[in-house]
């Protein structure tokens, strides 16, 4: 069993930046891969970023070059560096980890882009 928390999100201006971050707890499972998603209102859940095993990432075109996706394997932590963040990119993030038995999702982080 994993059980995930998320901080980070929040209300921010266009251009300015945030971390997220996704503590993992638990114990007696095989990562496959992390990852970070999100979900705009009226819109279906997207896969933003993901990292697998040896630390290789892959991003959706759309945050290429502003988001950074990280773990920390001694905090069992998962983070997502956000900068240059635009309007829409508002929406509510969502970690997920993916074990050889199961996905897990955290509760999900409200991330607003407004002026």
């Known amino acids: 069993q994993v059980q995930l928390v998320e901080s980070g999100g929040g209300l921010v201006q266009p251009g300015g930046s945030l971390r997220l971050s996704c503590a993992a707890s638990g114990s007696g499972f095989s990562l496959k891969h992390m990852g970070w998603y999100r979900q705009a209102p009226g819109k279906q859940r997207e896969l933003v970023a993901i990292?697998?095993?040896?630390?290789?990432?892959n991003y959706v075109d759309s945050v290429k070059g502003r988001f950074t996706i990280s773990r920390d394997n001694a905090k069992n932590t998962l983070y997502l560096q956000m900068n240059s963040l635009k309007p829409e990119d508002t929406a509510v993030y969502y970690c997920k980890v993916a074990t050889y038995v199961m996905d897990y999702w955290g509760q999900g982080t409200q991330v607003t882009v407004s002026s």
């Open positions: 990292i697998i095993s040896g630390g290789v990432t």
